[in-house]
């Protein structure tokens, strides 16, 4: 059971370039989440997916898109990268079904330089 | 609007003694909490969360945490701190209502850092 994986682990970008960074989750877990972690900020939700077939935008969508491929796959891409994206990217899943109680499991991250 | 607040950016402590990394909420409605570790280069850790009852919750490593409503605080608390506690420690509570519901508001984290 490896939980969330996520690809690449590390990648450099120059700027306007465009990238895809892929999680995916093997818990049979409905709901998946992109946060992106800058220092001091802690984390903040970039999209969510609450179940296959929907995505919604959380707190800082702005130059992103995500696709939910299937019910293991939730991936986030860049269409033209900007410095400010600057960041380590995190992928996490829950069950969802529980409500307010449901617990968000992560991956390890993807460490991503826009230059 | 929902937020939680983590006060201290670092909390030093001995290997050995007591620690708290404290933790506030603002929320409307009935809180729902949860703490998180992140390890150097590692993704986040789920510890423990509150959601109803007992106002003390008891969590993975040793780690438990306090609910107090009156303070709006639920702050972490290990009895003997190792040095292998040294982490990131993040507060997070559930949104409630609005297109957002039941997504996660973070803190911006914990830096605590145990020495021998």
């Known amino acids: 059971n490896a939980g969330v994986t996520q690809t690449p682990k590390f990648q450099v970008l120059k700027t306007g370039q465009s990238m895809t960074l892929q999680c995916a989750q093997d818990?049979?877990?409905?709901?998946m989440y992109w946060y992106r972690q800058d220092p001091g900020m802690g984390l903040r939700l970039i999209y969510y997916?609450?179940?296959?077939?929907?995505?919604d935008k959380g707190e800082v969508p702005n130059g992103y898109n995500v696709s939910r491929l299937n019910k293991r796959e939730f991936s986030l891409r860049l269409e033209s990268a900007a410095p400010s994206q600057t960041s380590v990217y995190f992928c996490?899943?829950?069950?969802?079904?529980?409500?307010?109680?449901?617990?968000?499991?992560f991956g390890p991250g993807t460490r991503l330089t826009v230059l | 609007a929902q937020s939680v607040a983590q006060p201290e950016d670092q909390v030093n402590v001995a290997e050995g003694n007591p620690l708290t990394v404290k933790c506030t909420y603002s929320v409307s409605g009935n809180p729902y909490l949860f703490w998180y570790v992140q390890y150097p280069n590692r993704g986040l850790q789920f510890l423990l969360k509150y959601i109803t009852g007992d106002n003390l919750v008891k969590g993975s490593y040793g780690f438990e945490a306090e609910f107090n409503k009156s303070q709006t605080s639920f702050h972490l608390k290990k009895p003997s701190a190792l040095v292998s506690d040294s982490a990131l420690y993040f507060c997070?509570?559930?949104?409630?209502?609005?297109?957002?519901?039941?997504?996660?508001?973070f803190g911006k984290g914990t830096k605590l850092s145990v020495k021998p």
């Open positions: 818990m049979n877990h409905n709901s």
């Open positions: 997916s609450a179940s296959e077939g929907t995505t």
């Open positions: 997070a509570v559930r949104t409630v209502g609005g297109g957002s519901q039941g997504n996660l508001i």
């Open positions: 996490a899943s829950s069950v969802a079904g529980q409500g307010l109680t449901d617990t968000q499991y």
